[in-house]
Nanobody, 118 residues
Framework: VQLQASGGGLVQAGGSLRLSCAASGRTFSDDILGWFRQAPGKEREFVAALKGTGGGTYYADSVKARFTISRDYAKNTFYLQIDSAKPEDTAVYYC????????????WGQGTLVTVSS
């Protein structure tokens, strides 16, 4: 499976951006779909996840109520809507696909850079 992340760019603080992750080579149904990010000089951290079975969503405390993860089965694509962006959201964002039961991510996209200016 290949994941292609896109949609990153420069946004002002308080603004919005939508990241996309298109999957090819595999359709996701029972998988877990995730977004992670890595800021300069920091380790990669979890941002949000969506379980294919049941559709439950999970968010890091730092992004709750500002970010929304969603999916479009017809397009085999999932998204991360970023609202009320903050400078501390600046990072390379990675999408990932994993086993819905174990929660282990085994496929990763190449990353897309989000820069939030103050």
């Amino acid at each position: 499976v290949q994941l292609q992340a896109s949609g990153g760019g420069l946004v002002q603080a308080g603004g919005s951006l939508r990241l996309s992750c298109a999957a090819s080579g595999r359709t996701f149904s029972d998988d877990i779909l995730g977004w992670f990010r890595q800021a300069p000089g920091k380790e990669r951290e979890f941002v949000a996840a969506l379980k294919g079975t049941g559709g439950g969503t999970y968010y890091a405390d730092s992004v709750k109520a500002r970010f929304t993860i969603s999916r479009d089965y017809a397009k085999n694509t999932f998204y991360l809507q970023i609202d009320s962006a903050k400078p501390e959201d600046t990072a390379v964002y990675y999408c990932a696909l994993g086993d819905g039961t174990s929660g282990h991510y085994d496929s990763w996209g190449q990353g897309t850079l989000v820069t939030v200016s103050s």
